[in-house]
């Protein structure tokens, strides 16, 4: 089917968006059964002759409301009736984390016309809570080198876009190492006393989001500005295609981790295996913004330090 036919199947005449049994009941197109029944019982209860038998538009409602239901309930007449419907409708109706993700995804893939990196890690990627405006994220180990294709600059915008259709407001994301609300908390919490450290010793704490972006809200950890910096020093590296300007870039940017992991090394307080982690995060983020092995890189920032060249 042609884009054109799509649009004109989602408009009723005189140009409006046509209204569908999902609206009706205020579902999104992907609603369970449960939903379903829940939706009409909660509209039926409001609209129902008993309650306003003489107000002819909540009788209207109510013939709507269980029209709609009559059909959605049904497996072989929902089956029918979407096939005569546009494939999605946005901004969803009752958007979770979990279905935000999944149609940021779809809109992603639909618009690239094609399977790449940047879906296989948006399909590795699993929601763990929407905070504010920001969408918090995990990936599984296995998977984590898979994380840097989301963060080039213009996948990554691919992303907010997507996010921001799907969502009907402008929401940002954030791929964390833990898995649960309560480590997203716990690492607010240490972002929270490090800015407050930083502050305390004069320094300041730019946002690489920009003003209004996720770092103003809620700021970056010293390893999430380190991979920003790789990842946008990359993207304005001149002659980045030539395997020499590579080398001087995967050097410099080895240079950067090196510092970083001997700087929190010497603070109090610091938690050895976060720490680890962190540490292969970013080798595995510098991993995909060049195309190699992250063990081969692994190796190489040991040799440097040995070395004494970092």
Sequence with gaps: MSEQQD???????????????????DLDRDATPEEI??????????????????????????????????????PQRRRQYDRS???????????????????????????SDRFGPLNQAMQATVPITLDGDTLVLTMPGSERHLAGHMETAANRNSI???????????????????TTTEEWEQLKHVEEQARSRRTMTGRTETAPGGPGG??????????????????????????RQHPQAKSRYIREALGWIASVDEEL???????????????ARAI??????????????????????RAGEV
Excluded at 89 to 103: A, F, N
Excluded at 265 to 275: A, F, M, T, Y
Excluded at 284 to 305: M, T, W, Y
């Design 7 to 25: 649009r004109e199947r989602q408009v009723a005449p005189g140009g409006q968006r046509r209204t569908t049994y999902y609206d009706v009941l």
């Design 37 to 74: 029944k829940a939706a009409y019982y909660e509209l039926a209860r409001q609209h129902h002759p008993d309650v306003a038998s003489q107000d002819a538009e909540m009788a209207q409602k109510f013939a709507s409301v269980s029209e709609a239901y009559r059909v959605l309930s049904d």
């Design 85 to 111: 419907l546009p494939q999605k409708s946005y901004p969803l109706r009752r958007p979770t984390p979990e279905k935000i993700w999944r149609e940021a995804g779809d809109v992603v893939l639909m618009r």
């Design 160 to 178: 907010l876009n997507a996010l921001e259709l799907v969502a009907g407001r402008r929401l940002y994301f954030r791929v964390i190492d833990g």
């Design 214 to 239: 996720p770092s103003a809200k809620g700021g970056e950890s010293t390893w999430d500005e380190l991979i920003q910096r790789m990842h946008r020093t990359y993207q304005q590296l001149p002659r």
């Design 265 to 279: 090394r010497l603070r109090e307080g610091v938690d050895e295996d976060v720490h680890e982690r962190m540490l």
């Design 284 to 305: 595995e983020r510098l991993s995909a913004i060049v195309d190699l092995p992250a063990v081969v890189l692994a190796l190489e920032l040991d040799a440097l330090k």
